[in-house]
């Protein structure tokens, strides 16, 4: 009788967001990489400037974000653009910091840290959980999404301060940042690291890792770059991440279900 009791208080929903997986990564990098790109693409071989680009890519945002709050459950096309367009917002609002109004690459990576730092801790106490598998009502919706604009936009800042200002070099910044997310990796698995601060360390990780194999990718080779272009770049990882995207969409591997108390 206290099974069936404690059954009927509780209801079975599907999450917003996807399973964590190896696929979770792989387009998280892909998509963090065509930010860096296509945010070059934009602004400098369409023309539309840093300022065009920026309010231009804001209004998608609102969009894809709209569709993304309206979807009852985890879509993964609707999901996904919803990451590549934020990539490419939070690598505009470190680029207008520092190329527009001049604010120094210490200064931005200290701001966004503090402002990611402010949302984790504001998160945490009114949801009392940071954990991703529990992103089933609007509210803790909005927190996820703002923290991942925040870790675009720091992520945006430390690379480009790493790679550089302190003139590491593309391919290196990247192993860098490959490696520290590989110890992460270790600590969580073999050293009892909390997995949802692991989570969120490798998740900020991944920006300036995508960051820097997008620049040493698209970058002209007098530059360190192997000098595809932006437009070459992008098209490759957008096309990775369609294929990938419509694998998900089919077989459904990293859909969530939860069980949630039924006053939520």
Same mark, same amino acid.
């Given at each position: ?40 693409? #934009? ?72 402002? #990611? ?87 900020? #990780? ?13 970058q002209p080779k007098a530059d360190g770059g192997l000098g595809l ?36």
């Open positions: 009788m206290n099974v069936e009791a404690a059954k009927a208080k509780t209801l079975t929903v599907v999450s917003k967001v996807p399973e964590v997986t190896i696929f979770f990564w792989i387009i998280k990098i892909f998509a963090t990489t065509i930010g860096e790109t296509a945010a070059d693409y #934009l602004a400098t071989n369409l023309g539309f400037g840093l300022t065009g680009t920026t309010w231009v890519m804001t209004g998608v945002l609102v969009v894809v974000l709209a569709a993304q709050f309206r979807a009852r459950r985890y879509i993964p096309g609707i999901y996904w653009l919803v990451v590549v367009v934020l990539s490419i917002v939070g690598t505009l609002v470190t680029d207008n910091l520092t190329d527009k109004y001049n604010v120094a690459l210490e200064t931005t990576t200290v701001i966004f840290a503090i402002a #990611l730092a402010a949302t984790f801790i504001t998160w945490a106490r009114v949801e009392h959980t940071l954990s991703i598998h529990s992103i089933y009502t609007r509210r803790r919706e909005a927190f996820y999404w703002l923290a991942i604009l925040f870790t675009f936009a720091l992520g945006t800042a430390a690379g480009d301060l790493i790679a550089e200002r302190y003139g590491i070099g593309y391919w290196k910044a990247a192993l860098l940042f490959g490696g520290c997310i590989a110890l992460i990796t270790f600590a969580w698995r073999y050293l009892g690291l909390n997995p949802i601060l692991a989570f969120w360390m490798a998740y900020i #990780l991944t920006r300036p890792l995508g960051a820097s194999i997008g620049d040493y990718l698209s272009g932006t437009t070459t770049t992008s098209l490759i990882f957008l096309a990775a991440i369609a294929v990938v995207v419509a694998y998900l969409t089919k077989s459904k591997k990293d859909q969530v279900v939860v069980t949630v108390p039924s006053d939520e």
